[in-house]
Antibody
Framework: EVQLVESGGGLVQPGGSLRLSCAAS????????MHWVRQTPGKGLVWVSR????????SYADSVKGRFTISRDTAENALYLQMHDLRAEDTAVYYC???????????WGQGTLVTVSS | QSVVTQPPSASGTPGQRVTISCSGS????????VNWYQHLPGTAPKLLIS???QRPSGVPARFSGSRSGTSASLAISGLQSEDEADYYC???????????FGGGTKLTVL
């Protein structure tokens, strides 16, 4: 069974940093692209970033480019999102997702809440 | 504002058939596969339809998808109360080099 468990969310001040983690199990982690998707309170799902299966290729939404970095550790079966210079508009539930055959998100975690506020 | 457009709301009575549209452009839906997700507040989104019309294991046959040109649609037949949720379409966008989600459609079962 595919399991994705996010952690690392919390309250952070504007301008601060936070690192999210996603523990993956139930599949061969090194085979799949991984994504981060977020949902701002009361709004829809918004794609944040993706990383290819071997970690050599990444891409980001314009709203986080230059501030967020996605990475993965195959030995640990873990996905990360390092977030810097956080803003109020980054407040959201952040979901980790594993891709399917078409590289789009397929399996999702339960999410972790990030709140950016002073 | 999303580059992929969905109606913000839809509704139907139990047993009815409802459709949700998803309109994009040549850089996303016009050239790439579309997925559909069901999302209940506080839970993990669930994949309903993969690659335009494929139903993952466990998804009832009441759910179906299609894609034509730069648009896609999700149909739900035999509407049930437990279908009340938010529904999102998504596709890869070649220009943005990322995934684009529709704004989401809140389905109400009357």
């Amino acid at each position: 069974e595919v399991q994705l468990v996010e952690s690392g969310g919390g309250l952070v001040q504007p301008g601060g940093s936070l690192r999210l983690s996603c523990a993956a199990s139930g599949f061969t982690f090194s085979t799949y692209w991984m994504h981060w998707v977020r949902q701002t309170p009361g709004k829809g799902l918004v794609w944040v970033s993706r990383i290819n299966s071997d970690g050599t290729g990444t891409s980001y939404a314009d709203s986080v480019k230059g501030r967020f970095t996605i990475s993965r550790d195959t030995a640990e079966n873990a996905l990360y999102l390092q977030m810097h210079d956080l803003r109020a508009e980054d407040t959201a539930v952040y979901y980790c997702a594993r891709s399917g055959d078409n590289l789009l998100p397929h399996y999702w975690g339960q999410g972790t809440l990030v709140t950016v506020s002073s | 504002q999303s580059v992929v457009t969905q109606p913000p709301s839809a509704s139907g009575t139990p047993g009815q058939r409802v459709t949700i549209s998803c309109s994009g452009s040549s850089s996303n839906i016009g050239s790439n596969a579309v997925n559909w997700y069901q999302h209940l507040p506080g839970t993990a989104p669930k994949l309903l339809i993969s690659t335009d019309k494929q139903r993952p294991s466990g998804v009832p046959a009441r759910f179906s998808g299609s894609r034509s040109g730069t648009s896609a649609s999700l149909a739900i037949s035999g509407l049930q109360s437990e279908d009340e949720a938010d529904y999102y379409c998504a596709a890869w966008d070649d220009s943005l080099n990322g995934v684009v989600f529709g704004g989401g459609t809140k389905l109400t079962v009357l």
